[in-house]
């Protein structure tokens, strides 16, 4: 049972973060899903990871918020892939999600006695 619970807890914490996360890595430059995903992957040390069938949904979702823009790309020899950026209530919802991420890491941090770990 304690396994369960973990990983309803451990998905719980990465849906709580995907948005946080997708919008920190098209901050500086578009990219795609795809590379959005296998950054996400890489930069966690795999820790975090995405499947297909609700990753591209969400990025869907932000879209539609107006969090980000995408606009379809086609390149000599590679199939058509669409590219999101950073809208401008993106970047005030990524500075909102940033604080809000900093504070309750603090707060968790202090509780749990994670920085004396």
């Known amino acids: 049972m304690a396994y369960i619970a973990e990983a309803v807890f451990e998905r719980e914490l990465k849906k709580g973060s995907a948005e946080l996360l997708i919008l920190s890595l098209v901050e500086h430059r578009p990219r795609h899903g795809y590379e959005i995903s296998k950054l996400i992957e890489e930069r966690s040390n795999g820790v975090l990871k995405f499947n297909v069938a609700s990753f ?3 990025l869907y979702r932000l879209e539609k918020r107006g969090f980000v823009e ?3 790309v086609e390149k000599a020899g590679q199939r058509r892939r669409r590219y999101y ?3 401008s209530q993106g970047k005030k919802v990524l500075k909102a999600q940033r604080n809000t991420w900093r504070d309750f890491v603090e707060a ?4 749990t006695g994670a920085e004396h770990a």
């Open 70 to 72: 995408g606009r379809w």
């Open 56 to 58: 591209y949904p969400l």
């Open 85 to 87: 950026s950073l809208t």
């Open 108 to 111: 968790m941090n202090r509780i």
